[in-house]
Each structure stands twice: as C-alpha cells, then as structure tokens.
C-alpha cells in the first residue's frame, strides 16, 4: 500500500487549509483512514479518523474547527482544517487500516506534509 499526503503550507490563524491523502495498492474503500500529527519535540498525535462507513471521531483539541471526509472514488480522503490555530503547526501524517489499527496508529502510513499556521 501507498499512500501520498499532500496539501501541507503556510497557513494564517484563521484561515484555511485541505490536506489530501490518496492510497494506491489497496482496497480504499473498505478500510478506515487516520489523520496524525507530530509538532516539533513532541510525540506523534491522532487528530482525526473515518471509518469505512464515515463515521468519524475527532482529538478534543481539533474537534468543531477540522472535518475529515472521504471520496472512495478518488481513492482519497480529506482533512478540511478551519480557524487554524499557530499550535496546530505540525507535520501530518496519514494512516490507514481496520478502525481499530488506526484509532492505535497501527495502520500504514504516508510521508507527512508539512502544516505551519503563521501570520
């Protein structure tokens, strides 16, 4: 499996950002997909997850400002970031897997793209 982030930047508090990972090599559509980031000097932190029926769950800290989604088509899921705040600066990292494997980051992961929300 494959799976390619994208869509990383500079960003200014209060605006917006869509992050993008597409899978290749696997069976999108059966599988959950995870959104994780790692700050600076900090451990790896779960952030967002779909399941394969789009049920969703959301870290405390990103919930009501990110919304992730998915298009089984495209073989992609989404991670829409509003009103980010400078502590979401982070590299973010897709995983996929069962929902259990990503809710654990156990899944396989992507490369990261990088997220810096600066004015």
């Known amino acids: 499996v494959q799976l390619q982030a994208s869509g990383g930047g500079l960003v200014q508090p209060g605006g917006s950002l869509r992050l993008s990972c597409t899978a290749s090599?696997?069976?999108?559509?059966?599988?959950?997909v995870g959104w994780y980031r790692q700050a600076p000097g900090k451990q790896r932190e779960f952030v967002a997850r779909?399941?394969?029926?789009?049920?969703?769950s959301y870290s405390d800290s990103v919930k009501g400002r990110f919304t992730i989604s998915r298009d089984n088509a495209k073989n992609t899921a989404y991670l829409q970031m509003a009103n980010p705040k400078p502590e979401d600066t982070a590299v973010y990292y897709c995983?996929?897997?069962?929902?259990?494997?990503?809710?654990?980051?156990?899944?396989?992961w992507g490369q990261g793209t990088l997220v810096t929300v600066s004015s």
């Open positions: 995983n996929i897997g069962t929902t259990t494997e990503v809710d654990r980051g156990a899944g396989s």
């Open positions: 090599g696997i069976m999108f559509s059966v599988f959950a």
């Open positions: 779909i399941t394969n029926s789009d049920m969703t």
